[in-house]
């Protein structure tokens, strides 16, 4: 079956330091990739996507690369402001009789102190 | 426009007693989800809808778990004699047709006692 593999937080910068949150998968068919945030108090929201190999998603400053060869979906950000404080989800979607099901990881909790 | 609804925002209720989660999904939205957060761990599949269908139960957790949808509108999530370890915060998430963008609700947390 499908999983998503994060690593494990809390991760904790300062200010404007560059962010990396690893994430890689194991798929059966050709998923698309997706990183999600959960902001404090806040609902699910799509952070950015990706649907086939090599493309890159971006957004608010932070980017994944789907990466086929090595099945991964690596989120990045140059530099981090106290607002991007969150937990980060990495998921993965493929069709199947569940519709376009995610599967998520275990969630990253960022902190970022100024 | 509108997003996602669910309610109650929060439950507090006894072992062994039943509970009702309910979904408002994004008017026009086909496809529905519900998924399980458990304390300090990923999301989990329960169940989706096409319409009122629900193609793959697989997902729920046990016999005591039931979800419908009417109206290609409105679902409600259905746990009985519920059990401490059914604790979690409940997400529905809806999307215009199965393979387009998923919304997510601010989720219902579910606490046993």
Redesign the interface.
Known sequence: GNSVTQMEGPVTLSEEAFLTINCTYTATGYPSLFWYVQYPGEGLQLLLKATKADDKGSNKGFEATYRKETTSFHLEKGSVQVSDSAVYFCALSDWNNAGNMLTFGGGTRLMVKP | GAGVSQSPSNKVTEKGKDVELRCDPISGHT?L?W?RQRL??????L??F?GNSA??K??LPSDRFSAERTGESVSTLTIQRTQQEDSAVY?C?S?LE?????Y????TRLTVT
């Open positions: 496809a989800y998924y300090g761990q990923g999301l989990e599949f169940i989706y096409q193609p793959d697989s997902g997400l998430a999307s199965p393979s387009y963008e998923q997510f609700g601010p989720g």
